[in-house]
């Protein structure tokens, strides 16, 4: 399971800040896009937490997902990939997922 959103890498690097490290604003539209559609489709699927707005259910996974997470966890403090990505999707799925599974549409 790839957890980490790769689209900002190091070929952007030309547009890349050095003083953040962050990605230029298009691709962090871009990504921020991507992920209103999938808390879209985890809300449609009744799978969202029923108290985040999709917003704020958004604000959170970009936030765990950017790349200044990443470089904190795996490259400053060395975490293995496969650590940083269980604790991600532990982090994620508490953060944003309903618990228990959906009731069936009727």
Do not use: F, K
């Not at 399971?1 to 900002?8: E, G, I, K, N, T």
């Not at 547009?15 to 298009?26: E, F, I, K």
């Not at 879209?40 to 936030?63: F, K, M, Q, S």
């Amino acid at each position: 399971m790839m957890v980490r959103d790769r689209s900002c890498s190091r070929a952007d690097s030309t547009a890349v800040t050095t003083a953040g490290d962050s990605c230029p604003p298009q691709v962090e539209a871009r990504r921020r896009g991507n992920q209103a559609r999938l808390i879209a489709y985890l809300r449609e699927h009744r799978c969202l937490r029923e108290d985040l707005a999709a917003d704020e259910a958004t604000d959170i996974v970009g936030a765990l997902t950017g790349y200044d997470v990443y470089r904190a966890l795996v490259v400053e403090q060395r975490w293995p990939a496969d650590r940083y990505q269980n604790w991600l999707a532990d982090t994620l799925a508490y953060g944003v997922l309903a618990r228990g599974m959906p009731e069936e549409p009727r």
